[in-house]
């Protein structure tokens, strides 16, 4: 356990600013991480395609080269338009911006600095702590493109909802289920890592909630719920049943090892439904089901296939799926959630 | 003779717990805007395992934690001192979420004179700074891996927390913690952090069912 402890602990940044500026760089770290998520606050991430610098020093030094940097109320870095910036977080946690971006090797000695830059294509990003002329990763298992800049939300509906804006963007676990990389059908069992990226995406923006997954424990013995959500101070409880649709199959076979159509969301909200019955005979607080489908499906594909017309593949984009009204009219059950899953369309050619 | 209802209205919170809720909506304000209740408890639960993690003694913390439900620690008295807090105007409520008033910065700034909160300000302030880290969501679900949690939660009833047969396996993580950041620290926000991070790679290596129904 200790050289794991130790592993662990060799990972993080925040160790290693101590080990490397002593007690008096943690409460500089303090400053600055408060820094960077007031700035996240009101300035998007995703618009910092030129990289942003945001630093403290221990004696407040600005780097060379830099005239001047301007005392700002952070409310007003939301009406700023820009891609890039440099910031430095003063003792008494104001924020002072400097327009260009400032590499973080050129910060002065005495220096902890952040840097983060997002990349439009493929939509990641480059997200460290640096220390002298070393760089620290921050590790983040969010799905959101910084650490620092991840939404919280109260309620399991608006978290679900903002998910979708997720499942277009790289992530380690989305990323891993599909045959190819132009998203045409998936390889088998890709529920799991479905599970997985909802999973870590709630637990890491859904407030005052506890976050259970539930793989392998049966409700009743058939079937199991996904993911169990309880807000023990509010009194309530939430099952999340997944399902995907589209076609899975190993790399390189010629046929698909299983197809799931409108009907397999349909079974699965009939599942939930009967778990929602079972449940609510031995669980005394109120209870809600949410099916959530991560929908892949695709017009006319083989397994032969390595590209999609954009007809084909965008075929289902706008077709809901169609769930009995005995089922929709139940008020334990949330609206159906359904994340369209685009594939790499083939570009069309102007004639 | 007063009953036990009328004993219970006038028993006064725990100065103790009063402090340490106040004290956590006011960390956790400029972080995420607020605090939930569920949050102070997590915070409150988390500054007592770092004052374990200092060696302390659990019941010198001055109120006791419970597994209520499984998965979340549950104290009493906190729960009634943000009810208090908030009749008495030193905290306020936007939904869910309470928000420290001028007055309660006003008595924060008092009490941060009494010596008997001196000790405990350390471990709060480790606790809540382990959320400028994580985020305050991950910091909840984090410590529901911590190993008296996991054991109440796979046992699937409430149960008390950090009673001394149960330590073992805590003091067994501390032990690691302290060789691995040292043992004299004196900002906890980097033992906090490297403790949640720990928890979070044990709920992924955690198999087995964790969900109390």
């Known amino acids: 356990m200790v050289a794991r402890m130790v ?26 991480l408060a820094g960077i998520r007031t700035f996240y606050k009101w300035v998007p991430c995703e618009k910092l395609t030129g990289g942003v610098t945001i630093y403290v020093h221990l004696s407040d030094e600005f780097p060379s080269g830099v005239d001047d940097f301007t005392l700002l109320d952070p409310s007003r870095f939301g009406y700023i338009d820009f891609q890039q910036a440099t910031i430095h977080v003063e003792k008494d946690g104001q924020l002072r911006l400097w327009p260009e971006f400032v590499d973080p090797f050129l910060l002065p000695e005495g220096s902890i600095g952040y840097h983060f830059r997002y990349i439009e294509r493929p939509g990641t990003s480059v997200e ?41 963007s790289p992530d380690p676990h989305l990323e891993t289920v599909w045959r190819s990389e132009k998203r045409l059908a998936f390889l088998p069992k890709p529920e799991r890592h479905m599970r997985r990226s909802l999973e870590l ?71 939930l439904a009967n ?32 590209s999609i017309s954009r007809e084909n593949g965008m075929y289902y984009q706008l077709r809901d799926i169609v769930y009995p009204p005995e089922i929709l009219a139940r008020p334990d059950m949330a609206k159906p959630v359904r994340y369209f899953l685009k594939p790499l369309c083939d570009a069309v050619l102007d004639s | 003779m007063a009953s036990d209802s009328d004993l219970s209205r006038h028993r006064e919170p725990h100065i103790e717990a009063f402090s340490d809720s106040l004290t956590v909506v006011e960390r956790l304000t400029p972080i995420a805007g607020g605090a939930m209740l569920g949050e102070v408890h997590a915070f409150c639960y988390l500054a007592c395992l770092l004052s374990i993690f200092e060696q302390q003694s659990p019941t010198s913390w001055g109120y006791e934690f419970t597994a209520l439900p499984p998965t979340l620690p549950y104290a009493p008295e906190i729960t009634e001192a943000v009810q208090k807090l908030e009749e008495i105007g030193l905290l306020s409520r936007k939904g869910n979420v309470y928000l420290i008033t001028e007055d309660g910065r006003q008595e924060l700034l008092l009490w941060s004179g009494l ?23 991950s910091v909840g679900n984090d410590l529901a891996y911590e190993p008296q949690l996991q054991r109440a939660s796979k046992l699937k009833q409430p149960r008390e927390l950090l009673a001394e047969a149960t330590l073992s396996p805590l003091f067994e993580q501390f032990t690691a913690l302290r060789q691995a950041v040292g043992s004299r620290v004196q900002d906890l926000l980097t033992p906090a952090a490297v403790y949640l991070s720990f928890l979070s790679t044990e709920a992924e290596s955690d198999d087995s069912p964790n969900s109390q129904f």
């Open chain 1, 7 to 32: 592993e662990i602990s060799d990972r993080l940044y925040v160790s290693k600013v101590r080990e490397l500026l002593g007690e008096e760089g943690v409460a500089g770290l303090r400053r600055l």
């Open chain 2, 115 to 137: 010596k008997q909160l001196e000790a405990r300000r350390r471990y709060l302030d480790g606790a809540t700074g382990a959320s400028l880290v994580v985020g305050v969501p």
């Open chain 1, 128 to 168: 460290h702590i640096q220390v002298r002329n070393e760089a620290f990763p921050v590790l983040n298992a969010s799905g959101f493109p910084s650490a620092f800049a991840v939404p919280s939300f109260d309620d399991l509906g608006a978290a679900l909802e903002q998910f979708e804006h997720m499942v277009d």
């Open chain 1, 275 to 306: 778990y929602l019955d079972s449940g609510a005979q031995r669980i005394s607080l109120p209870l809600m089901g949410y099916i959530v489908v991560f929908d892949a499906r695709r017009r006319d594909l083989s397994a032969i296939d390595t």
């Open chain 1, 201 to 271: 995406y709630l637990r890491h923006s859904l407030r005052d909630a506890r976050i259970l997954v539930r793989p392998e424990q049966n409700v009743n013995e058939t079937e199991p719920v996904d993911l169990e959500i309880s807000w023990a101070f509010q009194g309530r409880m939430a099952w999340i049943e997944i399902k995907w649709l589209g076609h899975s199959g190993p790399l390189g076979s010629d046929r698909w090892s299983t197809s799931y159509h409108q009907g397999r969301a349909v079974e699965g909200a009939h599942q």
